[in-house]
């Protein structure tokens, strides 16, 4: 039987989905930060997962973050993002995380996110 190719894909990323929350658990102390792209826009979350509590998240759709912007898809929304994470991170005093790339490569603008978080003084 011929399956076709986006259910193919849907189940690839599914698997891989599954085998890294397999590997990435968030505890209070260190909680799981997850990147989400799209093709038109980045959203991050800091998980405390045994609580099932979000203690942080940005966006590149907050009107903030796009009066910066040129635009919001861009290598420069990851790296601004990045630094807006780690900014909120630090005020409530949390200085490392668990990085979850979910199922995006880790190039391009996830790792420039993962480098401005780190350099703002996140640990991974």
């Known amino acids: 039987m011929i399956t076709d190719k986006y259910i193919v894909k849907r189940r690839r990323r599914d698997r891989v989905r599954k085998s890294i929350r397999k590997l990435v658990n968030g505890t209070p102390e260190r909680p799981r930060m997850i990147i989400v792209r799209s093709n038109k826009f980045l959203y991050t979350q800091v998980v405390d997962d045994r609580n099932g509590n979000v203690l942080a998240a ?3 759709l907050e009107k903030d973050l796009r009066a910066k ?6 290598k420069e929304a990851a790296k601004l993002m990045g630094q807006v994470i780690a900014e909120r991170l630090k005020a409530k005093k949390i200085n490392s995380v668990v990085f979850d790339r979910g199922v995006c490569m880790y190039s391009g603008r996830v790792k420039v996110f993962a480098d401005a978080a780190r350099e703002s003084g996140i640990q991974f």
């Not at 912007?69 to 861009?74: A, E, F, G």
């Open 58 to 60: 940005a966006t590149t």
């Open 69 to 74: 912007l040129k635009s919001t898809k861009d």
